[in-house]
């Protein structure tokens, strides 16, 4: 694409963003959205990014950042040195490439960090790049405990640094022009949200023969350095609940298994949780590794229709009409008068209603790109956007509370002691 | 309601009635919804309470009338009691006071018109059509109730038939209806779309009914109507006969259980 198409698909993406969020109850719902569409970064000079993490989404963040109008990567970091090499290769030669992130720190040259690092190293490089006086942006779940998930935040708070987290749902213009039309009322209130991520893979990578680097490539697997399913995928579509909800979840049951992959790993492949909001409203949730068949949606069910945002489409509650009487008018206007047969449809079964429903629009989403061009201004004027923070905190609190109704077998309350924001 | 009312007008009626009728419909949603906020949920937590409550609202006023008088001429077999089914109190555990309008349940209970709230509807606003000159209006709430006002368009009376619910090409029951209502209850087809009325529940003793049964109703009003089949439906042998013996062109029960119906109705009837 060349930079003037480019640049055109980016102001109609922001565009849709600003459409979106432009709607009632829009401004306290998604205060982030406001400032991300009316941030008109200019080509001063660039806020200086060093990544730490090189590894699939560390590129991928790479990527995005160099798509941006006012972020540049300054310095690259991973201690695994073929993703260090790999991820030299996506930026300019010269730019400083690390080991270790103190290292990167301590050399300067860069106003914030951007952490793509497994989950459990996210906090303690977190909290050191602030205590070098850098912001962080940092890729979600936050930390691998509840504990650590508000150190970052208090040690922000502390040190008056941005710390933002990478939901890029939050600015995704589909989802913003779905929770305007929630807002307005098109589907009423919203009662239940059945959330699911669905995939037929066992996440596991490929380790060098002979090496010892089993923990370190598939991190995902063991319980020191992730909680699997939960922060991984479900910590995503627990942002959107609890977005969609407008609060966190009071509580939460849940079970898990290792089912389908006995291979050694020590995360569930396959959970199931229920999470009670205020007023016996729900999220059911579940998310497994060997079916891909329901993939990846969140279904916001309203008593007046579903909204589901992956699939971009929202559909009315309608209850089928009576065919017999549709034919009864039809037999009125031609003269004809006979029997109308009722009370059939009474006995068929209640599958679900297959309309195709209604577009939400927009297929072109550069979200991730967008999250740091909000971030590159949060760092300028040293502001965070509004209301980020506080949703990304309450998703991993939430996905880790999951974890622990899963391994506890008992209802988990939302913790009482969390940092404010 | 949650079920679809359908509304269809024929004929001269004066402008502006069927935008009426649909509102005399919405009004009495609002006031019968155990879905969002009503005067019967803000009901339900005094009687949950054990508190009494004055009934301000009149639509809710008018059906609990019409509900207490139901209840004692179907000898309490239609319950309006959410819990009846699972032992919980019934109506016999509320005292009503109609002159005053108040209410109070001697046991915690919640009350869901369901399927009466339907024909209530459909009675308010055929109200509306009728005072509407010359109208001619057939209304449905799901395919289970149905209401006329006036003759067919075509003159005369409505013809109706009502599919065997096991054998579809075959017809179980033919009728003509002026001006009235009819209802339909069944637990044929159980576990499958019968939303509000599976599985059907005897009051008296909580009992799930488990008798393959039909039952319709007709009458003036489509709140009976829905009472009626609904009573039909979970009367035992003796209840049922008092029930049919009284109107045995209005009122019908279908048993697939055995060999014999209780009822063998007339290929063809008409209501007036
Ligand atoms: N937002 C999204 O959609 C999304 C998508 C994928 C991954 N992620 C998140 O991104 C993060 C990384 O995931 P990934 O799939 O890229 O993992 P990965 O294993 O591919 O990459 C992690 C990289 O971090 C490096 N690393 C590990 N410890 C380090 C340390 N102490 N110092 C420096 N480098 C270190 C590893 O060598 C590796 O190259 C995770 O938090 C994950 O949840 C987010």
Redesign the interface.
């Known amino acids: 694409m060349i930079d003037k198409d480019f640049d055109l698909t980016r102001r109609s993406f922001i565009d849709h963003v600003l459409k979106a969020s432009a709607g009632a109850g829009m401004a306290a719902a998604a205060p982030w959205a406001a400032f991300a569409a009316s941030a008109a970064p200019g080509q001063k000079d660039r806020v200086r990014l060093g990544v730490i993490g090189t590894g699939d989404r560390g590129r991928t963040l790479i990527r995005n950042i160099a798509k941006t109008r006012n972020c540049a990567v300054a310095a690259i970091c991973d201690d695994y040195e073929p993703n260090l090499v790999k991820g030299r290769a996506l930026v300019p030669g010269g730019t400083p490439a690390f080991a270790d992130h103190r290292a990167m720190l301590d050399a300067g040259g860069i106003d914030a960090v951007v952490i793509a690092t497994p989950l459990h190293v996210h906090a303690a490089q977190t909290l050191d790049s602030f205590d070098a006086g850098v912001h962080v942006w940092c890729e979600k779940a936050m930390a691998r405990t509840i504990a650590d998930c508000s150190a970052m935040v208090k040690r922000a708070q502390d040190r008056r640094k941005v710390l933002q987290i990478g939901h890029q749902r939050m600015f995704n213009p589909t989802y913003l022009n779905a929770l305007k039309r929630v807002k307005a009322g098109e589907i009423g209130p919203v009662t239940q949200i059945r959330a699911s991520w669905h995939r037929n893979t066992s996440w596991r990578r490929a380790v060098p023969a002979g090496s010892d680097l089993e923990r370190k490539i598939n991190w995902r697997l063991y319980r020191d350095s992730s909680a699997g399913l939960m922060t991984e995928l479900a910590t995503h579509q627990l942002q959107v609940g609890n977005w969609f909800l407008e609060a966190p979840p009071t509580r939460v049951i849940g079970s898990g298994s290792i089912c389908f992959w006995k291979d050694g790993r020590e995360v569930y492949d396959q959970v199931a949780l229920v999470f009670d909001y205020a007023g016996g409203r729900k999220l059911v949730y579940t998310s497994l590794l060997n079916n891909a068949r329901y993939g990846c949606e969140e279904q916001i069910q309203g008593s007046k229709g579903t909204i589901e945002p992956e699939l971009g489409r929202i559909y009315q509650e309608k209850p089928p009409g009576v065919p017999a009487l549709r034919k009864m008018g039809e037999d009125v206007q031609a003269g004809r008068k006979r029997p109308v047969p009722i009370g059939g449809a009474t006995w068929f079964p209640e599958l679900p209603v297959t309309t195709p429903g209604e577009s939400l629009g927009w297929g072109e989403y550069d979200e991730t790109m967008l999250q740091f061009e909000v971030f590159g201004e949060a760092v300028r004027s040293g502001v965070p956007a509004p209301g980020l923070l506080r949703q990304a905190y309450h998703a991993s609190v939430t996905s880790l509370m999951g974890e622990d109704a899963m391994d506890s077998g008992r209802p988990v309350d939302w913790p009482s002691s969390l940092v404010d924001i | 309601m949650?079920?679809?009312i359908?509304l269809?007008l024929?004929g001269t009626a004066e402008d502006g009635s069927m935008i009426e009728a649909r509102r005399a419909i919405e009004a009495v949603d609002d006031a019968l919804t155990i879905?969002?906020p009503s005067p019967t949920t803000a009901l339900n937590d005094s009687l949950a309470a054990g508190s009494p409550a004055a009934i301000d609202d009149p639509l809710l006023f008018d059906a609990l009338v019409e509900i207490d008088h139901a209840y004692q001429a179907m000898e309490g077999l239609f319950d309006p009691a959410a819990d009846v089914s699972t032992g919980g109190a019934g109506w016999n555990m509320v005292l009503f006071d109609r002159e005053d309008a108040r209410i109070r349940a001697l046991r915690p209970l919640a009350l869901d018109f369901g399927g009466f709230g339907k024909g209530f509807a459909l009675d308010r606003a055929c109200d509306v059509l009728r005072r509407a000159d010359r109208v001619s209006a057939?209304l449905?709430a799901?395919?289970?109730s149905?209401a006329v006002v006036g003759e067919?368009?075509?003159g005369?009376r409505?013809?109706?038939?009502?599919?065997h619910?096991l054998q579809?090409d075959r017809?179980l029951l033919?009728l003509e209806l002026e001006d009235s209502a009819?209802s339909?209850s069944?637990t044929?087809?159980e576990g499958?779309?019968?939303?509000d009325r599976a599985p059907m529940i005897r009051p008296g003793d909580g009992t799930i009914v488990t008798g393959r049964r039909t039952a319709v109703a007709c009458a003036r009003s489509g709140a009976r109507a829905e009472m009626m089949s609904t009573a039909l439906l979970v009367a035992d042998g003796d209840q049922a006969k008092r029930f049919l013996d009284g109107e045995p062109a209005r009122r019908f029960l279908f048993d697939f259980t055995g060999e014999t119906g209780i009822s063998v109705p007339p290929a063809e009837t008409v209501i007036r």
């Open positions: 949650g079920t679809r359908e269809h024929f879905h969002r057939l449905s799901g395919e289970s149905i067919h368009p075509l005369g409505w013809p109706f038939a009502i599919p619910p579809p017809i033919e009819l339909i069944s044929v087809g499958t779309y019968a939303p």
